[in-house]
């Protein structure tokens, strides 16, 4: 069965550093593109960017790029969403997804469960 | 970028009637390599991630009851659930692939009257 697990929700405060992860399962990880989708409280979905495992290329929107790091480390099927310096308004849940086919035009199935992140003084 | 509008934002409709979503790209996700719509329709219930419904615009996803079908092309694309059913209470989000980024639709949530 493919999976993805996310890590726990986390809180912080503004101004710290978040790494949050998805571990894969179930399938090649180095061939499949993964991506990060926000949602923040009550509001829709939002493509943050996509990462390629087999050799971390990475495509950002233009709304997320310069303000969060996506990275991958295949060696144990995991990717990575990162903050250097935490916003209130970063405070939203994160949802990792596996696009289902080869190639970086696709479609995501499935998802992972989801990190509710929390940045408040 | 490619902007994804969906109309209505919201929709109440009674036990059994047809629901309809429409979804609106700001140019064309019809790629004509293949003939083929980059356009996906998922569903999303209170606390759970999204759940695939539709992909190429057309195709029903592996396991979605067949009141849910999928119809458009170009730019112009429509959800329809032919016979609504209380499970269907959710929001509703379009997505185009044509190219990156990628984006979504704002949403439609789905109520019973």
């Not at chain 1, 090649?28 to 996509?50: A, C, D, N, T």
């Not at chain 1, 971390?56 to 233009?62: A, G, K």
């Not at chain 2, 609106?24 to 606390?47: E, I, M, T």
């Amino acid at each position: 069965e493919v999976q993805l697990v996310q890590s726990g929700a986390e809180v912080k405060k503004p101004g710290e550093s978040l790494k949050i992860s998805c571990k894969g399962s179930g399938y090649s990880f180095p061939s499949y593109w993964i991506g990060w989708v926000r949602q923040m409280p009550g509001k829709g979905l939002e493509w943050m960017g996509i990462i390629y495992p087999g050799d971390s290329d990475t495509r950002y929107s233009p709304s997320f790029q310069g303000q969060v790091t996506i990275s991958v480390d295949k060696s144990i099927n995991t990717a990575y969403l990162q903050w250097s310096s935490l916003k209130a308004s970063d405070t939203a849940m994160y949802y990792c997804a596996r696009h289902r086919d080869f190639g970086e035009l696709n479609w995501f199935d499935p998802w992972g469960q989801g990190t509710l992140v929390t940045v408040s003084s | 970028d490619i902007v994804m509008t969906q109309s209505p934002d919201s929709l109440a409709m009674s036990l059994g009637e047809r629901a309809t979503i429409n979804c609106k790209s700001s140019q064309s996700v019809l790629h004509s390599s293949n003939n083929k719509n980059y356009l996906a329709w998922y569903q999303q219930k209170p606390g759970q991630p999204p759940k695939l419904l539709i992909y190429w615009a057309s195709t029903r996803e592996s396991g979605v009851p067949d009141r849910f079908s999928g119809s458009g092309s170009g730019t112009d694309f429509t959800l329809t659930i032919s016979s609504l059913q209380a499970e269907d209470v959710a929001v509703y989000y379009c997505q185009h692939y044509y190219t990156t980024p990628q984006s979504f639709g704002q949403g439609t949530k789905l109520e019973i009257k």
